[in-house]
């Protein structure tokens, strides 16, 4: 699952994506209201943690700006600016949650999770498919009564996945989902961790494989 930051404290922008890849999602950072035009343009992400206090304008302008386009992404402010207008103003302008700095980043992360679980959102806390069962909070995965060991790409393959458990979901919006603007990638990138998480889930004796849908994508079935 995608996230933006507009974030121009380099140093809060690092830690950030930190964390939330940690959480499992993987992360577009930018420091402008510009740069996240263009990202936004270009991209769908499931959420967006915006500053508002931004070099090249007010991150209220760029969140007045998606609201206008219908954009119905949900947007966490993350700002100084403390006062009870501030936060007023901001929730009216659009924002789905404010959160003043400085703040515990376990509650930033928490805060994500819980606007994505909210109606018409996408963040389930448990996904599961025959015997595959994955906690989005903690990213444990489970075959059966057994713990999978997974890398954090491979986890957040699986959640994808399982989210269209049964369906299949195309190349694409997988390689969307998983890979950021500047996450080094080769040619084959998604074959190879489909083949590796496919051999994993083989090898725990699990009783739902990896389909390739040729041409499409891939497909989360029966194994038999």
Known sequence: MRLLVVEDESELAMLLRQALERAGFTVDNVAGQAAAEDHLA?????????DLGLADGDGMTLLRLM????????VLILTARDTPEDRVA?????????????????????????????PAAVLDVRLGFADVVLETDSRTVRVGEGVLALSPRETALLEQLLRRGGKVVPRESIEQNLYGFDTPTGPNALEVLVHRLRRRLQDAGAKAAIHTIRGVGYLLADGE
């Open 90 to 118: 901001g929730l009216d302008a659009g924002a789905d949650d404010y959160l003043v700095k400085p703040f515990h980043m376990p509650e930033l992360v928490a805060r994500v999770r819980a606007l994505l679980r909210r």
């Open 67 to 74: 609201r206008r386009q219908r954009a119905a992404v949900p």
């Open 42 to 50: 270009v991209a769908d992400y499931a959420a967006i943690v915006l």
